[in-house]
């Protein structure tokens, strides 16, 4: 099994550039989501979905917008990058908390 | 609401030394999971154990340990005569399953940077 895939391993945006990060998982696992890590700060929620077709906004969705038309995709995207989103992001998803959290490799993004 | 709190943000032993890393959890609901979760410099996060709320016996795992108790709200994490390739930022999470809309959503706490030194 494969898990959860993220791509890309590494991305370098210019301020007002969008861009998709991409999470897949072959599991069919019902709950995705989107964390991003930054330095002291901890994993904090940007995005989730408990399901395809429904999405919902974390602690930090400012700048996040996501879609889920499919169990196994939870694309990630950034409409107009600013240099607050240079971050490292982490995707998620579980069949439930019972069960555990699988996470991508994540993705390092830096906006200059 | 959901909150982790991780009070230790650095702690630095030396090789062979025991460490405590606190973890401090607030919740209203009854059913909930707590994880802890290591990340090593080469960033991925590494899954070490998962505790239901019902469960409160302690478990050991090698030289790891687990402390929980639900009257503290604390699930604290023991690592016995550390090691150097302990060195990672260690995480504390909890995941809430009283209710659907917040099922699937992990809370963290900001994380401890352990360093072993040798």
């Known amino acids: 099994n494969a898990g959860v895939t993220q791509t890309p391993k590494f991305q370098v945006l210019k301020t007002g550039q969008s861009m998709t990060l991409q999470c897949a998982q072959d599991m069919n696992h019902e709950y995705m989501s989107w964390y991003r890590q930054d330095p002291g700060m901890g994993l904090r929620l940007i995005h989730y979905?408990?399901?395809?077709?429904?999405?919902d906004q974390g602690e930090v969705p400012n700048g996040y917008n996501v879609s889920r038309s499919t169990t196994e995709d939870f694309p990630l995207r950034l409409l107009s990058a600013a240099p607050s989103q240079t971050s490292v992001y982490f995707c998620?998803?579980?069949?439930?908390?019972?069960?555990?959290?699988?996470f991508g490799s994540g993705t390092r993004l830096t906006v200059v | 609401a959901q909150k982790v709190t991780q009070a230790q943000t650095e702690i630095s032993v030396v090789e062979k030394e025991d460490v405590t890393l606190d973890c401090v959890y607030e919740?209203?609901?009854?059913?909930?999971?707590l994880f802890w979760y290591k990340q090593p410099p080469s960033g991925e996060l590494v899954f070490l154990i998962r505790r239901n709320s019902f469960d409160e016996q302690n478990e050991i795992s090698g030289r790891y340990s687990w402390n929980f108790q639900k009257s503290t709200s604390s699930f604290n994490f023991t690592i016995t005569a550390s090691q150097v390739v302990d060195s990672a930022v260690y995480f504390c999470a909890l995941t809430v399953a009283d209710r659907g809309s917040t099922l699937g959503r992990l809370y963290f706490g900001r994380g401890t940077q352990l360093t072993v030194w040798p």
């Open positions: 919740t209203r609901d009854t059913t909930y999971y």
């Open positions: 998620a998803s579980t069949k439930g908390g019972l069960y555990g959290y699988t």
């Open positions: 979905s408990v399901g395809a077709g429904i999405t």
